[in-house]
């Protein structure tokens, strides 16, 4: 029985230096280039294989409706640094940035899909830094690696 999809909140938390190649591509693909840049993406196999490539220099989990929105109000950017608005949101086809954040929640469009769109949320250091060593799994009490519904607390800390 196929699982089913779910919309992910990818964050990249850890930087550039001593990267092997694979990794670099890896991260170039997900297109998180920086620090604290977070990606919108679902869970096909596709997609969780490179995390899981690159599982020691981001985290991820499945984000909610409410703070997709909140990514999109807060974070959401359009070519030429322009904030996302209902007025985009119309354009593409929904009536507001409510619509569009469920229809991407339901995974009825893909977030990097959406025209004039900054396929990346750039997001602050979370506030009173991150609860753990970047170099450990979140498991093991650290910040990387997938931690589920606990990402929604940490888009809030980067917001």
């Given at each position: 029985?196929?699982?089913?999809?779910?919309?992910?909140?990818?964050?990249?938390?850890?930087?550039?230096?001593?990267?092997?190649?694979?990794?670099?591509?890896?991260?170039?693909?997900?297109?998180?280039?920086?620090?604290?840049?977070?990606?919108?993406?679902?869970?096909?196999?596709?997609?969780?294989?490179?995390?899981?490539?690159?599982?020691?220099?981001?985290t991820w989990g499945e984000i909610t409706k409410e703070h997709i929105l909140?990514?999109?109000?807060?974070?959401?950017?359009?070519?030429?640094?322009?904030?996302?608005?209902?007025?985009?949101?119309?354009?593409?086809?929904?009536?507001?940035?409510?619509?569009?954040?469920?229809?991407?929640?339901?995974?009825?469009?893909?977030?990097?899909?959406?025209?004039?769109?900054?396929?990346?949320?750039?997001?602050?250091?979370?506030?009173?830094?991150?609860?753990?060593?970047?170099?450990?799994?979140?498991?093991?009490?650290?910040?990387?690696?997938?931690?589920?519904?606990?990402?929604?607390?940490?888009?809030?800390?980067?917001?």
């Amino acid at each position: 029985m196929a699982e089913k999809r779910k919309c992910l909140a990818v964050i990249r938390v850890r930087g550039a230096s001593n990267l092997s190649p694979d990794a670099e591509k890896t991260l170039e693909g997900l297109r998180l280039n920086r620090n604290c840049h977070i990606i919108l993406t679902d869970n096909r196999p596709s997609f969780l294989g490179m995390l899981k490539k690159v599982r020691n220099l981001v985290t991820w989990g499945e984000i909610t409706k409410e703070h997709i929105l909140l990514l999109l109000r807060d974070r959401g950017r359009l070519v030429g640094n322009r904030k996302l608005s209902d007025a985009y949101a119309q354009k593409t086809g929904y009536q507001t940035l409510e619509e569009l954040a469920e229809a991407l929640f339901k995974l009825e469009v893909e977030f990097h899909r959406l025209p004039e769109i900054k396929p990346v949320f750039r997001a602050h250091p979370p506030k009173k830094g991150y609860k753990g060593k970047i170099k450990k799994s979140y498991a093991a009490g650290g910040v990387t690696g997938y931690r589920g519904e606990a990402i929604n607390k940490l888009i809030e800390n980067m917001i």
